[in-house]
């Protein structure tokens, strides 16, 4: 595998597996994933439950190591990184919106958002949460607690928690999957607004056709595998 800032591309797996012990023996998660994800391309990796899609988020976030292959991303190779390590890098070059939201219940849409800021040591952490928060239509919610937002509210609040520092790698996992239809069509598009205003990449993990249609490539993963690649319907 070349190096990632060599060729162009941001992100790299090479040979990754993901093998977790069982009293029965390993079970194989993810068996041998090659990909290349450019800089600026948005990509949905698709596939049925169990096929390794959310595994393939965590490692390629740092949040669970592979047991063989490597992971490079804008330029460096998460085996090398402890824990301190990859948590820097994830603060630099990472944003991740969760199905389940994930916001902290008793902090307030800006806090949520300034939180990642303010691990950084920003001094404008507020000021920078607060546009961020304007730029997903939610300058009215700034003071609003989680449990006084909208499903559809919170998961605009995960967004500009994951796109407030401007990361080169934009992960979402489901992020319309708790959304009824009108509201998760809505986050498609602030999505993919996003990713064109900051010049992220773009990794989806969807069952959503419409979600996955956007995108510039449809990945599909079968039994911890890749098994197709194809140009997004609608890129």
Known sequence: MTDA????????????QVSL?????PVNILRGIDLSIGRGEAVAVVG?????????????AGLERVSAGRISLAGHELSTLDEDGLALLRRKHVGIVFQSFRLVPTMTALENV????????????????GEALRSVGLGHRLEHYPDQLSGGEQQRVAIARAVVAKPSLIL??????????????????????????TGSTLMLITHDPELANRADRIIRLADG???????????
């Open 114 to 129: 300034a939180v990642p800021l303010e691990l950084a040591g920003r001094d404008d952490a507020f000021d920078a949460a």
């Open 225 to 235: 595998k890749v098994v197709s690649e194809n140009v997004g319907a609608l890129a």
């Open 172 to 197: 979402a996992d489901e992020p319309t999957g708790n959304l009824d239809g009108d509201t998760g069509h809505q986050i498609i598009e602030l999505l993919f607004e996003r990713r064109r205003a």
């Open 21 to 25: 012990p069982s009293t029965i023996g």
């Open 48 to 60: 049925p439950s169990g096929a390794g899609k959310s595994t393939l988020m965590m490692v390629v």
């Open 5 to 16: 800032s060599a060729n162009g591309a941001l992100l790299e797996l090479a040979g990754v």
